[in-house]
């Protein structure tokens, strides 16, 4: 079955630390999405990517860090520089860059201890 | 569980009744809306989209309503299920014009079918 998958389900950061989270798609989406989602808040755009070796930042980029080096894959980074890390992540990809018809992933649940 | 449903606004309805979840949009200049259902510590999934030309689209037990006049958008569920469970949020797509177009996402609401 095509889909997108997210690894691992909960991840824990300490303190200063680097993690990366994991998201790979076999639907042949040129576009893929990182998006944190907060209690309360609406889904908010960390980074996306429209084509293989490219990447844009989205809304909330600081503090985070992507690569694209297959159209299959598009892992995210959360640096120690992300104050606040804790957070629902989702990845999602699209057949279409405009971001019509997203796919998600069954998300990370990320937390610093 | 997932802590995604704290904080938001709930609708609770009894098994079997209908339920009507609304979101107010914000940019006048927005072309697609979709819905979508978020369970407990999962990913969202899209139950139904509607273009700007239209102003109400049926799917299977659901409906979404637009009304562009005042930026509103609703989602009809029929006879609720216990399944239905969940946070229910709505995104607003502008017009593609080409290259990214950025989708705005609504904070959602809980709804909770009671038996």
Redesign the interface.
């Known amino acids: 079955d095509g889909g997108i998958t997210q690894s691992p389900k909960y991840l824990f950061r300490k303190e200063g630390q680097n993690v990366t989270l994991s998201c790979e798609q076999n639907l042949n989406h040129d576009a893929m999405y990182w998006y944190r989602q907060d209690p309360g808040q609406g889904l908010r755009l960390i980074y996306y990517s429209q084509i293989v070796n490219d990447f844009q930042k989205g809304d909330i980029a600081e503090g985070y860090s992507v690569s694209r080096e297959k159209k299959e894959s598009f892992p995210l980074t959360v640096t120690s520089a992300q104050k606040n890390p804790t957070a629902f992540y989702l990845c999602a990809s699209s057949a279409d860059r405009g971001g019509y018809g997203y796919t998600f992933g069954s998300g990370t649940r990320l937390t610093v201890v | 569980g997932?802590?995604?449903?704290?904080?938001?606004p709930t609708l609770s309805v009894q098994e079997g009744d209908n339920s009507i979840i609304n979101c107010a949009y914000s940019n006048s200049a927005s072309d697609?809306f979709?819905w979508y259902k978020q369970e407990s510590?999962?990913?969202?999934?899209?139950i139904i989209d509607i273009r700007s030309n239209m102003d109400k689209r049926q799917g299977q037990r659901v409906t979404v309503l637009l009304n562009k006049t005042v930026k509103h958008l609703s989602l009809q569920i029929a006879a609720t299920q216990p399944g239905d469970s969940a946070v229910y949020?709505c995104a607003e797509?502008p017009l593609?014009s080409g290259?990214?177009?950025?989708?705005?996402?609504?904070?959602?609401t809980k709804l909770q079918v009671i038996p």
Not at chain 2, 41 to 46: R, S
């Open positions: 997932e802590s995604v449903g704290l904080h938001l697609y979709i510590g999962k990913g969202p999934q899209f949020f797509i593609n290259g990214y177009q950025k989708v705005t996402f609504g904070t959602g």
